[in-house]
């Protein structure tokens, strides 16, 4: 599930569907905070992909 969200805004990203993947990104942040808490993923990992997708999708701009 994780990673389907996160493939999910990338895939938008390329695509170059800016609000589409900010909306997608929305969607993604608590599935990745929940992964985190949960403890199936470090929480310097999820904190990572949330970076790097926000970093991705302010190039856009």
Known sequence: MLRTYIKK?????????K?????????????IDRAANKG???ANKAARHK??????LKAMA
Do not use: C, M, W
């Open 19 to 31: 609000e589409g993947a900010t909306q997608a990104y929305a969607e993604a942040v608590p599935v």
């Open 40 to 42: 199936f993923i470090h």
């Open 51 to 56: 970076s790097r997708l926000n970093a991705h």
């Open 9 to 17: 805004v990338i895939k938008l990203i390329q695509a170059g569907d």
